[in-house]
Nanobody, 125 residues
Framework: QVQLVESGGRLVQAGGSLRLSCAASGGTFTIYAMGWFRQAPGKEREFVAAINYSGTSTNYENSVKGRFAISRDNAKNTVSLQMNSLKPEDTAVYYC??????????????????WGQGTQVAVSS
């Protein structure tokens, strides 16, 4: 059983940057692909970024390509999401997720079997 704890969310002005972190415990971190999802008020949870177990493959949602970067440190059991050039539409609760049964960097929400509690990101205009 893997436990995921996100941190780093806060209020930031448009154009600013944030770095979200997710700490994993309770499992063998290196076998998990990791993902970030977000959910804005009144909307469904959506894919943001994913990274495979070794960090050699990543996927991004189109609207964040070139602005966000996902990375992982398997020695520290952490995955991070560097968010630059933030926009008000990036406002959401951001969730870290893990999967140990899908190869690669999966984008589908149904591919993930472990979830964190989320961290709030608010971008003001």
């Amino acid at each position: 059983q893997v436990q995921l704890v996100e941190s780093g969310g806060r209020l930031v002005q448009a154009g600013g940057s944030l770095r979200l972190s997710c700490a994993a415990s309770g499992g063998t971190f290196t076998i998990y692909a990791m993902g970030w999802f977000r959910q804005a008020p009144g909307k469904e949870r959506e894919f943001v970024a994913a990274i495979n177990y070794s960090g050699t493959s990543t996927n991004y949602e189109n609207s964040v390509k070139g602005r966000f970067a996902i990375s992982r440190d398997n020695a520290k059991n952490t995955v991070s999401l560097q968010m630059n050039s933030l926009k008000p539409e990036d406002t959401a609760v951001y969730y870290c997720a893990a999967t140990n049964w899908v190869i690669g960097a999966p984008t589908g929400i149904g591919n993930y079997n472990y979830w964190g509690q989320g961290t709030q990101v608010a971008v003001s205009s």
